[in-house]
């Protein structure tokens, strides 16, 4: 286990940058963008190659069947990248807003790119960040605007690579020995690393809220400051990367698996949402409303608990994510909302300002640009119908047989998905129809083209 070294980071103007080359601090330029599993893909390019591909020229080139590749770089054969079409090109082109040096990496700079249409001005539309772009277009018309937060779990092992070699869960040796959740002294052991994330990541422009063990043997939790949501989801996923590349070069295995085993807690990725007005105005509260929900706020979690069924397959991504679903493992599960209840799938959190609802629902293994704008549509799907705001529950919603549950398996998610109206009317039809297809076929790879050790184990001798 290595304590590596974090050098200058943060946010860069392009005028700071080309200083920076200049002075020859600079010789990489990592220009990456997420793709449908929310991770980063891209290249590396130096100062410059960027200078003349992505600044001057009409940006970095890399082929469409990136949003279309299963998560061994298996070509799924869909309609933006398959074999008749050549598996066609997009356009990089890089985000300026988002350009930072990289602490761990001192002579690089990293900045997210969104995909552009190799002859044309316009988005790929399927690329994850123009699908969340989009909804945030339809969420102006209403004349609003949101701020996010993503509240990330996931597990340390130690040992390079952990996992990948067929080792069984149980064996795989993790950074904690006993369960200590919220425990001070178990933190101290992880302190070395948990300390290069939260003041690397800081420096690096994420701004690091709060660590704290979790009930896991070995899991940590690690919040981030709110945010617009396009920027929260950026946070996200650079948080996600790099806490892996900072565990691997200190010989360690981070996983946000959503449920690495039955036997033990799922890492979550609680969302937690709030309206507010362009100007900077929170919407959420309202004094003197039932239990102080505004009536647009209102709306909006009625169209939260509305549309989970139809849109969850963006919340749940993963065969492995339907495994949190286990009551009292504090994955909601029931769709209704309680004023900060745990075993409600929706739980409303803070006041005045703060005033927000928490989606317990999603797993670490989530991609936030899906899921956010599946947030957004839901909800503004219910403003729309001008729903009425939902009942506020009380009591153990794991206990109570009488509510509404998410989907419980990914087949049936997708289902929900692909024949949900909501989704195709808020998505648009070529959305629609490639993550209705994307997630069929790695749901077809799990369902017919995979054998489980559990199957073997229990048939194999004996039936």
């Known amino acids: 286990m290595t304590e590596l070294s974090i050098g200058p980071g943060g946010p860069l103007t392009l005028d700071e940058y080309t200083e920076l080359v200049a002075d020859a601090a600079i010789d990489t330029v990592v220009c990456a963008m997420p793709d449908p599993y929310g991770r980063l893909m891209g290249k590396r390019l130096n100062p410059r190659s960027f200078r003349t591909l992505a600044l001057e020229g009409n940006g970095i080139h890399a082929s469409a069947y990136l949003f279309a590749t299963d998560i061994n ?5 869909l309609p933006i990248a398959n074999a008749q079409n050549g598996y066609a090109d997009f356009r990089m082109v890089p985000d300026l807003a988002t350009m930072r040096r990289m602490p761990w990496e001192p002579h690089a700079v990293m900045v997210l790119c969104d995909a552009y249409e190799e002859t044309s001005d316009a988005l790929v539309p399927v690329a994850p960040r123009s699908i969340l772009k989009a909804q945030l277009a339809r969420a102006a018309a209403y004349d609003l605007d949101f701020r996010f937060a993503s509240e990330l779990e996931f597990y340390l092992a ?3 690579s952990a996992g990948t070699d067929g080792t069984a869960v149980a064996d795989i040796p993790r950074t904690a020995r006993h369960r200590m959740d919220y425990s001070i002294l178990q933190s101290a052991e992880d302190e070395w690393f948990v300390r290069m994330i939260r003041t ?4 690096f422009g994420v ?11 070995g899991q940590q939790e690690i919040t981030i400051e709110y945010a617009p949501p396009l920027q929260m989801a950026d946070y996200h996923i650079m948080f996600k990367h790099f806490v892996k590349q900072l565990a691997t070069a200190a010989g360690l295995t981070a996983s946000f698996m959503a449920k690495p085993s039955i036997e033990e807690i799922g890492s979550s990725c609680h969302i937690h949402a709030s309206l507010w007005s362009p100007g900077g105005e929170p919407l959420d509260w309202d004094a003197g409303a039932p239990e102080h929900l505004s009536e ?19 919340w749940a991504p993963t065969v492995n994510s339907y495994k949190r679903y286990v009551p009292d493992n504090f994955a909601g599960t029931s769709l209704v909302v309680g004023h900060d209840n745990r075993s409600c799938g929706f ?6 300002a703060s005033f927000r609802v928490e989606n317990r629902i999603p797993g670490a293994d989530v991609n936030p640009y899906h899921a956010y704008a599946a947030t957004i549509a839901a909800g503004l799907a219910g403003i729309d119908q001008r729903l009425p705001a939902p009942d506020v529950y009380r009591g153990d919603a794991y206990s109570d047989p009488s509510l509404d549950i998410m989907t419980t398996t990914m087949h ?5 998905f692909r024949h949900s109206s909501l989704a195709r009317k808020a998505l648009g039809d070529e959305v629609h129809a490639h993550l209705t297809g994307f997630f069929a076929a790695e749901l077809a790879r799990f369902e017919h083209a995979t054998v489980t050790d559990w199957e073997v184990s229990r048939y194999f001798g004996r039936i």
């Open 347 to 352: 739980r409303l959190v803070g006041e005045g």
């Open 296 to 314: 647009r706020f209102g709306q909006f979690l009625a169209g939260q608990l509305a549309g989970a069924r139809e849109l969850g397959l963006l």
């Open 158 to 160: 130690t040992g390079k």
């Open 200 to 203: 690397g990541l800081d420096r």
């Open 207 to 217: 701004p690091i809220e709060s660590s704290k063990t979790e009930w896991g043997l």
């Open 412 to 416: 049936e998610s997708v289902q929900q």
């Open 73 to 77: 770089m298996d070509p799924m054969e």
